[in-house]
Nanobody, 126 residues
Framework: QLQLVESGGGLVQPGGSLRLSCAAS????????VGWFRQAPGKEREGVAS????????AYVDSVKGRFTISRDNTKNTIYLQMNSLKAEDTAVYSC???????????????????WGQGTRVTVSS
């Protein structure tokens, strides 16, 4: 059974950085697309970044392009989200998710994802 556990969230000042991790157990992630999503208070969940199974393609929401980087370490069965130049509007609960249809490209479409983690909270505030 697939389990996803996020970590790395916390409180950071505007302009700061955080690295989120999504550790998977139960299946090898190397053949699956993985995405990071976030949900801010009072807002709908949105796709932030996605990476294909081989890591060749990525996708980012416009608001984080140039600031966030998604990567994967298949040897550790872990996906990362490096977040730099954080802004107050990045405050949200961040969750990772896996698309269980193998060998697909990167996508920010929430409906494509089948398994979700519980999330880690990121607060950007001075």
């Amino acid at each position: 059974q697939l389990q996803l556990v996020e970590s790395g969230g916390g409180l950071v000042q505007p302009g700061g950085s955080l690295r989120l991790s999504c550790a998977a157990s139960g299946i090898p992630l190397d053949r699956f697309t993985v995405g990071w999503f976030r949900q801010a208070p009072g807002k709908e969940r949105e796709g932030v970044a996605s990476i294909s199974s081989g890591g060749r393609t990525t996708a980012y929401v416009d608001s984080v392009k140039g600031r966030f980087t998604i990567s994967r370490d298949n040897t550790k069965n872990t996906i990362y989200l490096q977040m730099n130049s954080l802004k107050a509007e990045d405050t949200a609960v961040y969750s990772c998710a896996v698309e269980l249809d193998p060998f697909q490209g990167a996508t920010l479409n929430l409906d494509a994802y089948d398994s979700w983690g519980q999330g880690t909270r990121v607060t950007v505030s001075s």
